[in-house]
């Protein structure tokens, strides 16, 4: 049987991306082969060889393009995060929901914020693997790279304290109803482009829930979006308030919220904002 080697090339180029941000023009090239037969009907082949170099070609051209701008957000505007998923950059769920939102706080006092918050995150996760609550010193002992956000809250001119939260309250009062399965996994959506650092997948009260310790105020949306991520299958949010209170038995209870979509879609206009904003 006689056999014929055809090649097919095709090339896609472009500018990234609009202003704000610098223009920059790529292209790609890419060819293709394939071995014909006699009974191969060649022109359908080279449609086929075209086509999906056209869908690789622009697979390539928005990979490039998500990470131009990306860079060039992180480069202008603090505190926002993007993922690295399949060579694509995507905001992360905080970035899209909160970009615009502390722009009145300084970002000395957003870093002792976030490391307060993660400092009782590493505690509640330690207290559930061994059932101790570990003094701070402890904590940094065990954990070495927590370090950091030990000396920023120890030096912040704030005087925040992770005694100042209710984490340990809380959970003595809720652990029961607790059964925690897995903390701090990143997940992504690739329909809607977003990522993020979901803080705990469990049982709470016999449903699979998705679990947030919120030492600040929470948002239902942003917990949505991560149950809405890529292979994530909960029946219900639950926010745990561990922050700072004033209630005389020193905790809040949890909240919660079945109804997932309805949120889900208030996180896909923020989403949407995002992109007009933005360009990703």
């Not at 639950?238 to 996180?267: L, M, S, W």
Request: proline share 2%; with cysteine.
């Amino acid at each position: 049987m006689e056999i014929k080697l055809i090649e097919v090339s095709s090339t896609m180029g472009g500018v990234i991306p609009d202003a704000p941000y610098a223009n920059e023009r790529v292209s790609f090239t890419e060819t293709i082969h394939a071995d014909l037969t006699s009974s191969d009907n060649e022109s359908e082949i080279r449609k086929e060889l075209r086509d999906k170099l056209h869908t690789d070609l622009y697979k390539k051209f928005e990979e490039v393009s998500s990470v131009f701008k990306a860079n060039a957000i992180e480069q202008q505007f603090r505190n926002m995060r993007f993922y690295t998923i399949d060579g694509m950059k995507y905001p992360s769920v905080t970035t899209i929901t909160g970009w615009d939102k502390d722009f009145k706080i300084s970002k000395i006092d957003l870093m002792q914020y976030a490391s307060r918050g993660t400092l009782v995150h590493a505690l509640i996760h330690n207290y559930f693997e061994t059932g101790k609550w570990l003094t701070i010193q402890e904590l940094v002992e065990k954990e070495p790279e927590l370090r950091a956000d030990a000396i920023i809250l120890h030096d912040g001119l704030l005087g925040l304290t992770v005694d100042q939260c209710s984490h340990v309250a809380f959970f003595e009062k809720y652990k029961d109803d607790f059964e925690m399965e897995s903390f701090e996994q990143v997940v992504s959506n690739k329909k809607y482009k977003y990522a993020g650092r979901y803080d705990a997948i469990g049982i709470y009260k016999g449903k699979k829930s998705l679990i947030d310790f919120k030492s600040g105020q929470g948002e239902f949306k942003q917990l949505a979006a991560y149950a809405k991520a890529d292979e994530i299958n909960v029946d219900q949010l639950v926010i745990c308030p561990v922050g700072k209170t004033d209630n005389k038995q020193g905790y809040i209870a949890p909240r919660v919220e079945v109804n997932i979509q309805k949120h889900f879609e208030e996180f896909l206009e923020d989403r949407a904002k995002f992109t007009e904003r933005f360009g990703i």
